[in-house]
């Protein structure tokens, strides 16, 4: 906890604090992080996602400590796994647990016609769903056809979505556990298309670096807009890999 306190402060008034969004945190370990905020005393508040790890009746305990410590912590979104049938019931809890000013995010399970169900489930009351792209074996990682079918409902659905796990590199890639990961540029540059009509899954399946960079500076200023309104987050492990990246393909 202290190593990620100081690299998200750190992060914030670095030359590139312009792409660190949202402290991620989970409930279990919320306590961790205030002791150490009370510690380094942050000049304003950390803008924090809680992410829920203690099942949806923790979300009104941990957002009412949130609260109480303003002076250290902003929420600014809740993020939690879903059930595996995405009920009805069950989103309305979150509507009620989760304050309105707080963007809710879900993130159904994938799999099957009912995960894309799901998704629409979530969207229809008003929360982002959430993207899983990556993880320690390879069910965690999403066909290039699930992820262009997740984002022919998104940008459908007129929603935004945050992406998590994975998406370490720029541009997709083969890892040495030999476990083929998402890029974020192909991500940004799948969505522009899935907006617009064109081929989403030959965005997402390219592994060349120089025309993914090249379509994505061609991107008027309202698709650009336009883009960041759908693929509007994502997580990443590290704030520097992700910029190395972006610097190396001139995108900084």
Known sequence: MPDA?????????????GVMGLFLCPASRLAELITELIKVKPPKPIALSLVIDTGLGGVPKAVSIVESRSELLALRMVEMPAPSDVDEVWLERVSEFVPEDVIRVVEPRRGGAEWLDGVRRVIEHGSWPKLRCGGVSQENFPSVEEVADFLSVVSGGGVAFKATAGLHKAVRHTDEQGFTHHGFLNLLVATARSLSGRDVR??????????????????????????????????????????ADLEELGLL
Not at 5 to 17: A, I, N, T
Request: charged residues 20%; proline residues 2%; negative net charge.
């Open 5 to 17: 306190v100081r690299g998200h402060l750190d992060g914030r008034v670095g030359e590139w604090s």
């Open 202 to 243: 030959e965005a997402l399946a390219s592994t060349d670096a120089q025309a993914l960079t090249a379509e994505a500076k061609a991107l008027s200023d309202q698709a650009a807009h336009a883009v960041r309104g759908v693929f509007a987050s994502y997580g990443s492990c590290s704030l520097a890999e992700p910029i």
